[in-house]
């Protein structure tokens, strides 16, 4: 990748090269190709996975991958890793037919987190103690796990990284700016401040709702639409 190509072109390709990297330290270079998008609709908290969204001329059928650029905007690094690798695994157990209902985080996704190293949370209402399968699944990176492994020797950094936070809003246009106002910046007040709390959640189409840990990526499993916080 070279500094001359343009923004979009540069951050499609670094992206791209990330993947590749991960998939062939993490997934054996096994997993197929996939369309990864970059939103920043402030229904998707984390990223999604979603199957056979993508079609070219010649009807090769793809899915895709979206990851809230927001999260770029974040200090840490492991955040955007860990997200893509959480939508990875999706991607790869679609592949096999081993995924289950969509938006669900079955027994095989469980079992390759604990390969991959990354830990689990489950922020369902009636989940219990040390749950590892739910609707709502928020994963981390454990330090020394072949995750990390693999995130530490990327070849390559991403193009560029979000300078501010900025959400779409219900109309899917970006939330204005007033003249004289600041732009909005990246949020301040520490983690856990909210660590613990429990928010509900309620999906737009069908108005399912359900409970869960505050700033979990939650998808309704009925009409796989990005749940909302209220």
């Known amino acids: 990748m070279t500094s001359e190509l343009e923004p979009t072109l540069a951050m499609a390709e670094s992206l791209q090269e990330i993947t590749n990297y991960l998939d062939a330290f993490l997934f054996d270079g096994k997993l197929p190709p996939c ?4 939103t920043r609709n402030k229904k998707v908290i984390g990223g999604y996975h979603a199957k056979d969204q993508w079609e070219n001329a010649d009807g090769d059928i793809v899915p895709e991958i979206g ?3 927001n999260l770029l905007a974040q200090d840490d690094p492991l955040v955007i890793y860990n997200v893509l690798i959480h939508e990875l695994l999706h991607l790869e157990l679609s592949h096999a037919g081993t995924g289950g ?3 669900y985080h079955n027994k095989q996704f469980a079992e390759r987190c604990n390969e991959l190293g990354l830990s689990i949370q489950c922020g369902d209402k009636d989940a219990s103690e040390g749950q590892q399968t739910g609707q709502a699944i928020e994963t981390n990176i454990i330090e020394g796990g072949k995750a990390e492994t693999a995130i530490a020797k990327i070849p390559t950094d991403l193009a560029y990284y979000a300078k501010h936070v900025l959400d779409i809003d219900d109309d899917g246009q970006p939330e ?9 910046q990246k949020p301040t007040e520490p983690k856990t401040k909210t ?8 999906c737009p ?10 700033g979990a990526f939650v998808m309704c499993g009925m009409c796989t639409q990005t749940m909302i916080e209220s």
């Open 205 to 214: 189409e069908c108005g399912l709702s359900m409970w869960g840990k505050a």
């Open 195 to 202: 660590a613990g709390k429990r928010t509900k959640y309620q």
């Open 176 to 184: 204005q700016v007033l003249p004289g106002q600041p732009t909005p």
């Open 35 to 38: 369309f990864i998008t970059l």
């Open 67 to 69: 990851i809230n650029s």
């Open 101 to 103: 209902r969509v938006g």
